[in-house]
């Protein structure tokens, strides 16, 4: 198969893998959260320990997922990532108390991070070095198709299977489409599938290596507000249901709401990568940001009676702009600091965003059990994410990639 029509095959596995991947896995998280603490007695701080740990791994084990993607194919650690959720599902679907079911979600973000969220964007970016920011945010848009479809999906198989079924099913499949997929499509890039090693192959991409590249201030920048961007986003996110449900929602209508923005995701990871193509994403990532910072706000209206108005809001901005850190950072990071140490660079950025990811989501439960509101915590959610977007307008390429010019980048991988 020629190169140019086996990259979009690669293309729609990569959609097909965030999809399911993250379908089982992040997107569903929040729907299980209610259920988890009905049926255990867990309180709100307890429950976020999951989604805490959750995001932990992802950024814990981005640096390790990266560097070994600049060694060695991502044929193997996509379907070892694979693997870990299918691990991590089974032994949630079969924990009943609190520590078997912590062990269970640092498998799934563990296992989420190699098998999509760092691969994902690292594969897209090498097969179509052309259209580089549209097909990052194609790929990711899987991610974002699942979060419309997968709440909903997931609301429905706890009614009628009960949360360690649902946990099974989402893990079937994992393991009849997504591992057969990987194993036969999947390559880091086109060079490296047919010819020399991944590691040689690194010696031709333009860009710094990882000791100069952690010397500049704008590796510094970029993950600095990949962790406080991500932390207010992801905090508001694995929150929403519990608010609107205790705002008076359903949970099938809050899980409507939360499909609905999603659903605004899609068009946004698309529309903000083909923006990054035509003007730079570190152009478009402080207006992404900003937006994004009002969107969130806007949540807080849901318990008003002008609800609609509100919603309406938060849907449109919050949700076109939410894949912000996840399709422009991959991009923004290019850029700036060039290809040649993508892989390991990319890692580090998600292990900055860590400790934002990690306690972006308990500092809202703790709020909520000493005050009872989730005001002051989606407030300050929203803070960290503009000021985010006030830091992002100071990024700028490393002393050193301005001469490698755009032509020379998109040039890499034919």
Not at 179 to 195: E, K, Y
Request: contains cysteine; hydrophobic residues 55%.
């Amino acid at each position: 198969m020629l190169v140019g029509q086996r990259r979009w095959l690669v293309l729609v596995t990569l959609f097909v893998t965030l999809f399911t991947v993250l379908g089982a896995t992040a997107n569903v998280i929040p729907v299980f959260l209610t259920p988890l603490m009905k049926l255990y007695g867990w309180s709100h701080a307890r429950i976020s320990a999951f989604p805490t740990i959750f995001s932990l791994m992802l950024g814990l084990a981005a640096p390790l997922v990266g560097w070994l993607l600049d060694r060695i194919d991502a044929r193997i650690v996509m379907p070892a990532g694979t693997v870990l959720v299918v691990i991590g599902l089974v032994c949630a679907s079969y924990s009943h108390t609190f520590w078997p079911m912590f062990i269970a979600f640092v498998f799934l973000g563990g296992g989420a991070c190699a098998a999509a969220v760092v691969p994902g964007s690292m594969v897209a970016a090498n097969w179509f070095s052309d259209r580089r920011g549209l097909a990052i945010g194609v790929s990711i848009a899987g991610m974002g198709v699942s979060g419309v479809v997968m709440p909903l999906v997931a609301t429905d198989l706890i009614a009628r299977l009960g949360v360690s079924g649902t946990f099974l099913a989402l893990a079937a499949p994992l393991v009849i489409i997504v591992l057969p997929l990987l194993l036969a499509v999947i390559r880091t890039r086109p060079q490296g599938a047919d010819s020399v090693s991944v590691a040689e192959d690194l010696k031709t991409l333009p860009g710094l290596e990882v000791g100069p590249a952690l010397r500049t201030p704008t590796f510094w920048l970029i993950a600095f507000v990949q962790a406080f961007a991500s932390a207010g986003i992801i905090a508001t996110f694995y929150h929403m249901i519990n608010f609107l449900i205790g705002a008076g929602y359903s949970p099938r209508a809050a899980a409507l709401v939360l499909g609905t923005q999603a659903a605004v995701v899609v068009p946004g990871f698309i529309l903000l990568g083909a923006l990054a193509d035509k003007f730079t994403a570190r152009r478009i990532y402080p207006f992404a940001l900003g937006f994004l910072a009002i969107g969130n706000l806007f949540l807080l209206g849901a318990a008003t009676p002008q609800y609609r108005f509100y919603l309406a809001g938060f849907i449109l901005l919050f949700g076109f702009n939410g894949g912000t850190t996840t399709s422009l950072t991959p991009t923004l990071l290019v850029e700036s600091l060039g290809l040649r140490r993508f892989g390991t660079l990319w890692g580090l950025v998600g292990l900055a965003s860590t400790v934002g990811l990690a306690l972006g989501p308990m500092v809202i439960g703790r709020i909520y059990d000493v005050t009872g509101s989730y005001t002051i915590g989606f407030e300050l959610s929203s803070l960290m994410i503009f000021i985010c977007g006030l830091v992002a307008l100071a990024i700028s390429p490393a002393e050193g990639i301005e001469t490698a010019s755009a032509p020379a980048i998109r040039a890499v991988g034919h």
